[in-house]
């Protein structure tokens, strides 16, 4: 028989006032696994996360832990009994408590053995000479170190993680994140993490659940979204886009960029061919000839440069076509800043174009 998810949530929903903010969901977490719980404000992350900690109650369905039932709508094991740790947002240390206090507040076992496995994990995070001082003797970045620890000392089965790093100034925050998934990966925890930025998403997850309006829209691993989202809205979750609007006809859609395949929509359907700023390809126009067509690029577009600007590591260009008047950026690695009204030929690495319903 195969070993059963760490954590198995089944068709949870939750309604408030009659509307529900988390809506048929479901998903399994296995051991050592991150999973990201992402989506914008109010989409119902937290709300989920809250009812499998156990300090919110769903109008139906039912989560498992290791195989055994945590609660559905009838029974229910307490909060303090499911072995799920908890980080959230405010990780908020007892402040009267030392580091070494608060790293061993949630153990029972002999003293020895918590005392053991206190030092063990404070050294693993280089919070080993901290162990006596006191939470406003230390940084927000050790503050989370700490909060991270004593979550994990217990060793919970499931962690659960509440916008973890939020708090965190910006530069600390990559240092932080993998620190914390190498801590994660090796006490084999499986993880499920809520985050409103894709980056951190990205970055951290095994597996991406997508929640929109209180239902999972797309999960999967983060090449998987990134490179096959769903709808157009799960592509823009991730980056910028350029939409060029279009109307399948006998299976195709016309472009400035030449005709698209639409395969399976009806004729007069609206579309949305949709690609990233960074797989538009620029070429110079040489006395108003451009670029022959080819397979991977498709036809090349005339337009001209509206504006670019230089953003660092790279320059993004904003064009205007000269068919439709439709308006695309480019990014451009280094420093790459035409005059505005120049004119160039664009193209779209037609393999990294997506085609959607209008939304
Ligand atoms: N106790 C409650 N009573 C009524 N409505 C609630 C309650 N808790 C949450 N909601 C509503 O449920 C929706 C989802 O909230 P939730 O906190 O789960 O979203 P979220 O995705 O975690 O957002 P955020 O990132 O802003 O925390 C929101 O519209 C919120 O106002």
């Not at 925050?173 to 894709?198: N, W």
Request: net charge neutral.
């Amino acid at each position: 028989m195969s070993t059963p998810p760490r954590l198995e949530v089944q068709n949870l929903t939750r309604r408030f006032d009659g509307r529900s903010v988390v809506d048929d969901v479901s998903f399994s977490v296995l051991a050592g696994q991150v999973a990201c719980l992402l989506g914008p404000s109010g989409c119902g992350k937290s709300t989920t996360l809250r009812i499998v900690a156990g300090v919110d109650m769903q109008d139906s369905g039912r989560i498992s832990v290791d195989g055994n039932l945590v609660c559905d709508t009838v029974f229910r094991v307490p909060p303090e009994r499911r072995a799920i740790g908890l980080m959230f947002q405010d990780f908020a240390l007892f402040p009267h408590l030392s580091v070494a206090e608060n790293v061993a507040f949630g153990l029972r076992g002999g003293a020895q053995a918590n005392r053991d496995r206190v030092a063990e994990l404070l050294d693993r995070v280089q919070m080993g000479n901290h162990i006596d001082s006191y939470p406003h003797q230390l940084s927000g970045g050790e503050q989370q170190r700490v909060a991270l620890v004593r979550a994990l000392a217990p060793r919970p089965r499931v962690l659960l993680m509440d916008e973890p790093f939020s708090g965190l100034d910006e530069r600390l925050r990559d240092g932080i994140r993998d620190e914390t998934l190498a801590l994660l990966k090796e006490e084999g925890t499986a993880v499920l993490l809520v985050t409103h930025e894709p980056v951190e998403a990205m970055r951290m997850a095994d597996q991406i659940l997508l929640m929109r309006d209180g239902r999972i829209v797309q999960q999967g691993a983060p090449y998987n979204l990134y490179n096959a989202p769903a709808d157009r809205r799960v592509a823009g979750f991730f980056s910028d886009l350029n939409i060029l609007p279009g109307r399948v006809k006998g299976a195709l859609t016309r472009t400035p960029f030449g005709e698209f395949l639409t395969p399976g929509m009806k004729d007069g359907t609206e579309v949305e061919i949709v690609i990233r700023p960074q797989h538009l390809k620029i070429d110079f126009d040489r006395n108003g000839q451009g670029p022959a067509p080819t397979a991977e690029n498709g036809s090349a577009a005339h337009a001209r440069v509206v504006r670019a600007r230089y953003l660092g590591r790279e320059s993004l260009v904003e064009f205007v076509t000269d068919q439709d008047a439709i308006t695309l950026s480019a990014t451009v690695p280094g420093a790459f800043l035409p005059p505005a009204g120049t004119p160039m030929w664009l193209m779209l690495r037609r393999d990294r174009v997506f085609v959607f319903p209008k939304a």
